[in-house]
Every structure is written in structure tokens, then in C-alpha cells.
């Protein structure tokens, strides 16, 4: 069974930074696209960042720049450095992953991935 198991997050100040993990299992780590998405209470689940089967990544427009989506093949872990953060980034955190076919690279919609982490807090004081 996928099993996908996050950490980190917790309560920072605006301006600093944080670091999720999400340790996998269950599954070909390598073979799968995997993404991070957020949800704030009463909005919508949005997709922060995905990275795909060779690296390569795509962010969504409100944080590229300050926040980084990595993965470690070797350890089956997909990270999420957030740096500069800011209270609108205050929101439950969910790592994802899912096989994609070959030609569809990893993207940012909800509808497109069928496996979910418990989810992580993160909160952005100003």
C-alpha cells in the first residue's frame, strides 16, 4: 500500500522559513510525480509545487522564488523548503504522489493525484 508520512511544520515568524518532509513507501518512489498543496480553512485544496520523474518542477505563481520542492530518490523523501513566509502562507500542508502516464509531466491539480499525506500545520505569524 502507498504510504506517505509528513513532518515538519509548526509556527514561525513572517519572513522565516521551514521545512517539510514526506518519507514514502509502498511504491516505486522514482517512477512516481509527487507535489506538495495547501489548503487555508474554508478555501479550496491549491497546489503549491510538484516535481516530476527526472527533477524537473513546476511551482505555483504565489511561490516560486521562496519556496523549493526536492526529492531524494534514495531515501524516498520528498521535501518542501519554504523560505520568506508570510501569514498568507498559513494553511494544512499534504505531500502527494501518483503514477502518471509517460508523457504527462507533473502538475499542480488535486484531480490528479490519488495518494495523500496526513497533512501538517503550518502556521505564519505577522
Not at 41 to 67: I, L
Not at 84 to 100: G, K, V
Amino acid at each position: 500500500d502507498v504510504d506517505l508520512v509528513q513532518s515538519g511544520g509548526g509556527l514561525v515568524q513572517a519572513g522565516g522559513s521551514l521545512r517539510l518532509s514526506c518519507e514514502a513507501s509502498g511504491f516505486p518512489f522514482s517512477r512516481y510525480c509527487m507535489a506538495w498543496f495547501r489548503q487555508a480553512p474554508g478555501k479550496e485544496r491549491e497546489g503549491v509545487a510538484a516535481v516530476d520523474r527526472d527533477g524537473s518542477t513546476v511551482y505555483a505563481d504565489s511561490v516560486k522564488g521562496r519556496f523549493t520542492i526536492s526529492k531524494d530518490n534514495a531515501a524516498n523523501t520528498l521535501y518542501l523548503q519554504m523560505n520568506s513566509l508570510q501569514p498568507e502562507d498559513t494553511a494544512m500542508y499534504f505531500c502527494a504522489a501518483d503514477l502518471f502516464p509517460p508523457t504527462v509531466p507533473a502538475g499542480l491539480s488535486v484531480r490528479e493525484y490519488a495518494n495523500w499525506g496526513q497533512g501538517t500545520q503550518v502556521t505564519v505569524s505577522s
